[in-house]
T-cell receptor
Framework: DQQVKQNSPSLSVQEGRISILNCDYT??????FLWYKKYPAEGPTFLIS?????DKNEDGRFTVFLNKSAKHLSLHIVPSQPGDSAVYFC??????????????FGKGTLLTVNP | DVKVTQSSRYLVKRTGEKVFLECVQD?????MFWYRQDPGLGLRLIYF???????EKGDIPEGYSVSREKKERFSLILESASTNQTSMYLC?????????FGPGTRLTVT
């Protein structure tokens, strides 16, 4: 049973426009959410996170929105740049301590930003 | 900056060989993780450890074992490699929620 779902395997946008990547989750115990970016042949790199006590977190061109009632989060990239082309993974965790530091990842969305 | 290193970037092994993948982190993190990444399947957790000599199975532990004798080092062992273990293997470490990943090892089993 997939607890973190990224329903769009791929997304293509024009340079300068907004990219919106979506993620849904089913486990109501999840209270911390993260986005990672991954280039081919490299490890994922942390992008931005949000705690369940917030509904928005912003870092430069990247904003994450959390809708707890809908169990949905989204990553907005504005403006999109060709260097943003990568696979984006959504991840979630349930609380702190011991094995709860475990992250559950979605399957990823391949973002292509066209010049 | 946190640094997570993995012993090899690329590895080719034969079916039935015993394979060791090593991971070292330099930030005194309590937690360490091994994942594999396959196309269309995302990152799947194989094993993790939240303390020296402690380990817990992840979602796909079959065919793998791990060792954590020192805090900074977490090893993944394939006791008898099989072709279905051809994959990208990623190690990560963390103190709290955010995990820091190594560059990955692309393992091919022929």
């Amino acid at each position: 049973d997939q607890q973190v779902k990224q329903n769009s395997p791929s997304l293509s946008v024009q340079e300068g426009r907004i990219s919106i990547l979506n993620c849904d989750y089913t486990n109501s115990m999840f209270d911390y959410f993260l986005w990672y970016k991954k280039y081919p042949a490299e490890g994922p790199t942390f992008l931005i996170s949000i705690s369940s006590i917030k509904d928005k977190n912003e870092d430069g061109r990247f904003t994450v929105f959390l809708n707890k009632s809908a169990k949905h989060l989204s990553l907005h990239i504005v403006p999109s740049q060709p260097g943003d082309s990568a696979v984006y993974f959504c991840a979630a965790s349930a609380g702190a301590g011991g094995s709860n530091y475990k992250l559950t990842f979605g399957k990823g969305t391949l973002l292509t930003v066209n010049p | 900056d946190v640094k997570v290193t993995q012993s090899s970037r690329y590895l080719v092994k034969r079916t039935g060989e015993k394979v060791f993948l090593e991971c070292v982190q330099d930030m005194d993190h309590e937690n360490m993780f091994w994942y594999r990444q396959d196309p269309g399947l995302g990152l799947r957790l194989i094993y993790f450890s939240y303390d020296v000599k402690m380990k817990e199975k992840g979602d796909i532990p079959e065919g793998y074992s791990v060792s954590r004798e020192k805090k900074e080092r977490f090893s993944l062992i394939l006791e008898s490699a099989s072709t279905n273990q051809t994959s990208m293997y990623l190690c990560a470490s963390s103190l709290y929620g955010e995990q820091y990943f190594g560059p990955g090892t692309r393992l091919t089993v022929t």
